[in-house]
């Protein structure tokens, strides 16, 4: 049963990240170089301190257009701080479950003391659901 899988089988577990403090648009690299949907935010002890998605990242540089900045900022001023995270071992389904109701891509995985561990996407997960099935048949 799908529910017995547990996350650790399928999270991606060196996930992109970038520091509260770089430049925004080094962030911004990172997510179109590696075409990603997102990053985590992390201090240099690897503590998960927020996620800066690619629509963060448009909203700073259409707000910067706006004003005529020349700069954006830093990421912190741009990410959201108050994340959803998972455990290493919980349930597969139970988090896509509360993915899917809070319309999120993607949910860092973090250890008892915050420290990201990793992440796990839909992509991963409908991964999981398309080899369980392959394992059933």
């Known amino acids: 049963m799908l529910r017995s899988v547990d996350l650790s089988d399928y999270l991606h577990k060196n996930p992109a990240k970038v520091l509260a403090h770089d430049r ?76 899917v109701a809070k319309g999120h891509r993607r949910r860092p995985v973090v250890d008892e003391y915050g420290k990201l561990i990793g992440q796990i996407s839909c992509r991963q997960i409908l991964r999981a659901v398309s080899m369980f099935n392959r394992r059933r048949s």
């Open 24 to 99: 925004l648009f080094d962030a911004i690299d990172i997510i179109t170089d590696n075409r990603l949907t997102g990053v985590c935010v992390v201090t240099d002890r690897d503590e998960l301190v927020g996620i800066l998605s690619e629509m963060d990242c448009l909203r700073a540089v259409i707000a910067a257009t706006y004003n005529e900045a020349a700069d954006v900022g830093q990421v912190r001023d741009f990410m959201t701080s108050n994340v959803q995270t998972c455990q290493l071992h919980d349930n597969i389904v139970d988090v896509a479950n509360d993915m």
